[in-house]
């Protein structure tokens, strides 16, 4: 009768856990998932430089000079035709792991389509970050494409997708960006998604590149450019240092001066914080969980090996092997939890309904695979730990002396 | 009495260690994680160098606006910190408080020299002279830029204790020359590191943005985003309701100015009390208290009720043993709820004993790993989250702990301790519970 009770409240447990678990077991599969998907560009041996203006209380200051885009763009041919450069481009907020950005809806017709990236780049960008084109053009054709027509634009393969058409028909045509219907600009090539971080979904990775030029932006307001660079792989040693110092003297430009150099893998890093942040406290949720179960488990199944000991003399005396009491002792466990599984796999049915995560692929639609990988995965880890749990108990119940027990009792 | 309870619970432990001790360890975890969870949320309200005032600081340190014609708060806006003039406008005038400030929300990550050393970065933040007034650094030598510094532009800095040591070998620098973006600056002060936990007053250096054109760097249309944030410093915490009027009354006679722009200022619930800006650290919507207390509580009760069922059937097998003793003291005339009294406070002597061990951990873990719990998101500076010892041996954290102790020992002890009490005497004595 004792352990009737005892075992409802086992399944009660094992009940809320797994639910629980399942949740968090869903949203670590789906960041696993997406962070796995490529990414669209490469930024190994890259660097992100930001120029700065001269106070007026400066000595070196030059009054008269206020042409700071023409300076950008000169401080970037000086780097571009540094040994140790293999490419170079001035954009505006464009650069993988961006913060910041401006987002415009792209039209052609009556097509419309919302919430693309807005990005002015120099066509070098595509060399500096190794994109690619869905039709196979390496980097350098697609830098050309956007050189030979600066009126033209590129976009990501994964625009449109939500009208049903495919985006590969729709180049050669005209759009137009913002709500500016005058101005119209042809679509040149697609290129594959660059997306904006490791754990970003599919329909924030839309985006478009337009050739910057000068009317983009006021001319007081430019650290909102910024210069990235690849480096020659076997030059790409204390390049920061190296750079820092010899820029102080070489490569300042009017009032314009480099007064930071950021390694891509840094602002990965800081854009990835807050998602490993909350990786972090889902990993320790499922690992309260989890010791919780095995606490739980650990404490009853000794507790029940004590109050059973002339149970199991017995059993050993009329003749079950040590594997089969060892055998015993664990299944009762997996049992409670396989009864609860019943109810829980009905509940977290509900839940991926809810999509309190977000989806993989399409918006509103259940992913099987998905919800079969996160059951499974939760049963394994809540079965594993119920095995941990009872091991010890059990071992205990398989060494017992037999005869003396009866004895005792 | 007190004594039979102790006993008991020694007792227990030799009687059942197994099962006593992962009670034990049951609670401990528990309380482990709900006050990492309590200071995880503590660092971010309660008071420590240099933001010593939290308490009395409201915070203006962002912006949201839109087209004067589009009703919707949540399409189409542009958000970001203020311009100079519109913090001025907005936040300067401001009759009530004791002092306002307006300082750089971010610092930048500049590079500074001195005569004979290579280049270093760090990060710069440039303030007004009030700002000295609203945080309390630590000043180890030399002291702030005043207000006659700031207003003819004079070229001084203030530079934590590390950046001192790494350019000079020492403390005592004050009138030492510093380059700080190609233009020469004089130290005239000397701080304590600052934790970058003190998001508004965290840095390396500190410049006069006089002496810079920072307030010129400003967009949107027309001029109100840029790179500027205030902070508000009242008498008493009793005057924020008034401050927060006057401020209303400000920005509506603002937006009426901006409407012949074509441009509406959005209510953010600026200016924001320090617990506010802990919720809602962006500039893009208001503050959500009740979403907050909601998802808290869920965490929280999680946190307890898991456990709780656990406890709940170990703290059930170890009664199993004091069956007769509890039908005999029954049989003498112990009342039922003497019983379930007794079963309650020997648990929480255990429970408490548990709790301190949970809490010590999480002392320990937050104290040598604040950089694992306490980074924060979306923050792009060279400083670490060190906790202060003011926060970690707050008593709150001490009473919370306890509560939590308590919570969790009712709702674990409650229903056995009501069973076992609830037994017909005869049954206790011949060791049966039911």
Known sequence: MNEWHSNTWLVVELLLVSVLLWFVVDYIYFNIATYVRPMGFDITHCYNIQCSKLA???????????????????????????????????????YPYSSGGRWSPLSYDTLTTKGVRFCSIEPDFFKVFRCRGTNGETPEELAQILEKDP??????????????????????????FYN???????????????????????????????????????????????????????????????????AQRSIRVGNLYISSIRSFSSERAYVLQAYKNELRNYFAGAGFLLLNIF??????????????????????????????????????????????????????????????????????????????????????????????????????????????TLHNE | MKNQYFKRVCHNLQQDPVVTLVSILGTALSIFLIMIVVLMKEVQILPFSPESNRNRILHGDCISYTNANNHDDHQNLSCGMLSETTA????????????????????DQTLISSYGTALLSVDLKQTDDSFWHIFDFNFLSGKAYSKS????????????????????????????????????????????????????AYSQ??????????????????????????????????????????????????????KAENIRIIDQENPRTQFEKSICPYSNGKPERSKFYRQGAFILFILLLIPAINLSSMTQS????????????????????????????????????????????????????????????????????????SVLLNPILFLLAFLFCFVLNLMSSIIPAWQASHVQIINAINGKIH
Request: proline content about 5%; aromatic content about 10%.
């Open chain 1, 151 to 176: 009126n033209g634009f590129l976009m990501s393969a994964n625009n449109f997708k939500e009208s049903g058409i495919k985006a590969s028909s729709l180049v050669g045509k005209k759009f137009h």
């Open chain 2, 205 to 258: 250096i500190w410049i006069p943005y006089s002496t810079t054109d920072i307030a010129d760097d400003t967009w949107g249309a027309p001029e109100l985003s840029g790179s500027f944030s205030a902070a508000i410093l009242a008498y008493s915490k009793k005057d924020f309701p008034k401050i927060k009027a006057e401020f209303n009354t400000r920005s509506t006679a603002f937006n009426a100015k901006l």
């Open chain 2, 318 to 389: 170890r009664l199993h043993r004091y069956m007769t003793e509890i039908g005999i003291r029954r049989a003498f005339g112990c009342h039922r709820s003497q019983i379930l009294k007794d079963i309650i406070i020997e648990n929480l002597i255990l429970s408490t004993v548990a709790g301190f061990v949970g809490l010590l951990l999480c002392l320990l873990f937050a104290y040598f790993g604040s950089d694992f719990i306490f980074t924060k998101n979306w923050i792009e500076d060279m400083g670490r989250p060190t906790v202060s010892l």
């Open chain 2, 88 to 107: 001025k406008k907005l936040y300067t005038s401001l009759k009530t408080p004791e002092a306002v400030s307006i300082f750089q929300s971010s610092p």
């Open chain 1, 180 to 246: 500016d219907s005058t101005t119209k600009h042809r679509l040149l090539a697609l290129y594959e998604p660059i997306r904006a971080c490791e754990f970003s979904i599919d329909p924030y990775s839309r985006s478009l590149m337009s050739r910057i030029d000068d009317h983009h932006f006021k001319s007081h307001n430019f650290t909102i450019l910024s210069i990235s660079v690849r480096v020659k792989p076997k030059h790409d040693i204390d390049f920061i240092n190296r750079l820092s110092n010899e």
């Open chain 1, 295 to 404: 606490l739980g488990l650990f404490g009853t199944f000794w507790f029940r090996t004590q109050q059973r000991r002339s149970e199991i003399a017995l059993l050993k005396v009329i003749g079950a092997t040590n594997r089969d009491i060892f055998g015993r002792q664990l299944s009762e466990g997996l049992l409670l939890l396989t009864i609860a599984s019943i109810p829980a796999i009905i509940i977290d049915w509900n839940l991926a309904h809810a999509q309190l995560n977000l989806w993989l692929n399409d918006p509103n639609t259940l992913e099987p695979n998905r919800f079969i990988a996160s059951t499974f995965i939760t049963y394994l880890l809540m079965a594993l730990t119920i095995f941990l749990g009872e091991l010890l108990p059990a071992y205990k119940a398989m060494k017992l002396p037999p005869a003396e």
């Open chain 1, 56 to 94: 007026p209380s400066s000595p070196d200051y030059i009054p008269a000079d206020t042409s700071y885009y023409k300076s950008l763009k000169r401080i970037t041919e000086k780097l571009r035709q540094r040994p140790d450069i293999e490419a170079a481009c001035l954009s505006r907020q464009a």
């Open chain 2, 149 to 200: 510094d700031f207003n003819s532009a004079q070229k001084k800095a203030v530079i934590s204790e590390q950046i001192a040591r790494q350019l000079f070998g020492s403390i005592n620098v004050v009138g030492r020359k510093i380059t700080i973006n190609h233009s020469p600056y004089h130290i005239c002060g000397v701080v304590c590191e600052v934790s970058n936990l003190a998001e508004s």
